[in-house]
């Protein structure tokens, strides 16, 4: 249905919903349309009004659509009246309409209200990721910043992720001041990228480069630049920071992700501890190996190739090297199938050892245990990131053993558009994260922001450095 220009009578309304297929949903169906025409909110008014006017109340669906139409055009004093309206009539509201108030109210000049509907909805449940990066916003905005810092805090003690769009806005409205505290926290903000292994994108790097040259009486300078193999940077000839781990950070590592990824409580969430003790066996046995693939994983690179043919491909091209390999399978590859061709697959186990566990279990761990169990030199094969092992991550300087390491022993592979049918990434020698010396920075970033090619370690760097 197409809305109305102008708001209705009640008459008028009344007989677009006589006409109307099927009455009963008229009204939804209509908000609905003025949310997405973005209609005047007279418009929706006089809807609203006439609703009352004969059923001598407005429902909650109809309420929450009416208004996300005034937070989509930023009508303030509408928001207030709905809220006070929500407020009178339920107890409490389901988090959808918290998270449109408080993004509503976060925009305007009550922002303060915003925090204030934050703290009540922190009594009930935990907060929406979108609605902590609203308050933040409001706050950096009104220059607020230890309010801002506050709450970026809080967001990250709950476990929620922080976009980069909401770290950037930190760097936009820090620009200028001479704040101690306040350059301490913007520090730490970088070190967050660089525990959890992530690359601001070109404007945010901007926005990180601008905030340093500011910095009163400090005499910071940033350059973009490209680090060559060697991991020195062209700028200001630091050595970039190695990405070998030392024997003794290894040890931690291995003791660490071993107790508590492989051992611990979450690994038998998807497969039993007979079939890792199987496998266990199944790997001391045949120690070390050079590479362990993901099977699975691998197979499923190239959509239009069989599955048995993407990871017969891997298997060859690693093989050349004399390598000795491990291939993670599931049972249901040993059944001839369209996927997985029974000559294939004997071929490929001409070529390496293949464990095959059953069709539920998970492949992290034992991926993580057969790789560590072979040494520092060994390598793995996976698109996956790894990304859900909390347990072993949960303390910073575990975290940090456990990216560098991935860093440098995890292979990427990909698609290549033409000719091979996919690449290999290589580890690089130099540590491809974020890291300072004190009077100097260099932080890697990316041009684009995509999460598909999230594999691919940048290759320009921010160098800054501060000028004595
Ligand atoms: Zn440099």
């Known amino acids: 249905v197409q809305p109305p220009e102008k708001p209705l009578q009640a008459e008028e309304w009344k007989r677009l919903r006589e006409n109307f297929q099927s009455p009963e949903i008229f009204e ?57 309206i929500m407020k009178m009539r339920f107890k409490t509201l389901e988090s959808g309409a918290y998270n449109l108030l408080i993004r ?29 990066e609203s308050c933040i916003k409001a706050a950096t905005q009104h220059q607020e910043m230890n309010l801002a810092c506050e709450l970026y805090h809080d967001m990250l003690a709950k476990d929620l992720v922080p976009t980069l769009d909401v770290l950037q806005v930190f760097f936009d409205f820090s620009r200028g001041m ?33 905030w340093f040259e500011s910095i009163p009486g400090e005499n910071w300078r940033g350059h973009i630049t490209n680090i060559k193999h060697s991991g020195k940077c062209p700028v200001c000839h630091h050595q970039l920071e190695d990405s070998n781990l030392t024997e003794e ?66 298997i060859n091209c690693l093989a050349k090297e004399n390598a000795r390999l491990l291939v993670l399978g599931r049972k249901h590859m040993l059944f001839n199938s369209s996927n997985w061709n029974r000559e294939v697959m004997k071929e490929m186990q001409n070529k390496a050892d293949f464990f095959f566990a059953d069709n539920i279990s998970e492949d992290d761990a034992f991926l993580l245990y057969a790789t560590l169990k072979s ?59 974020v890291q300072t010396t ?30 004595q």
């Open 28 to 84: 939804e169906v209509m908000l609905n349309s003025m949310i997405r025409c973005n209609s005047h909110v007279d418009v929706a008014k006089s809807l609203l009004t006439c609703v009352a006017k004969s059923d001598g109340d407005v429902g909650y669906n109809l309420l929450i659509k009416y208004l996300a139409l005034c937070v989509q055009q930023q009508k303030t004093s509408e928001i207030c009246d709905v809220y006070d």
């Open 104 to 132: 509503g109210l976060s925009n305007s000049d009550k922002w303060r209200m915003a925090l204030t509907i934050l703290e009540d909805v922190k009594k009930v449940m935990t907060p929406p990721r979108t609605s902590y």
């Open 178 to 210: 001479k704040d101690a505290e306040l350059k301490k926290q913007l520090f730490g903000i970088l070190l967050y990228l660089r525990d959890n292994q992530i690359y601001p994108h070109g404007m945010f790097m901007r926005s990180i480069k601008l």
């Open 249 to 314: 950070e290894y040890h931690i590592l291995k003791e660490r992700i071993t107790a508590d990824v492989i051992h611990g409580r979450d690994t038998f969430r998807k497969t039993t501890p007979q079939e890792f003790e199987a496998f266990q066996a199944f790997v001391e046995d045949r120690l070390p190996f050079d590479i362990v693939i993901d099977g699975l994983n691998v197979s499923h690179i190239k959509a239009k190739k069989m599955q048995c043919e993407n990871l017969f491909h891997a």
């Open 375 to 433: 040494g520092k030199h060994c390598r793995f094969v996976t698109r996956d990131f790894l990304r859900d092992h909390k347990a072993c991550l949960s303390d910073s300087l575990t975290r940090h053993l456990f990216r560098k390491w991935q860093r440098g022993h995890q292979i990427m592979v990909f698609p290549s558009a033409e000719g091979k049918p996919f690449n290999f990434l290589p580890a690089f020698n130099y540590d491809c994260v």
């Open 438 to 467: 004190g009077d100097t920075w260099h932080i890697p970033y990316k041009d684009t922001f995509e999460e598909k090619y999230s594999y691919q370690v940048p290759r320009k760097w921010l160098c800054l450095q501060r000028k």
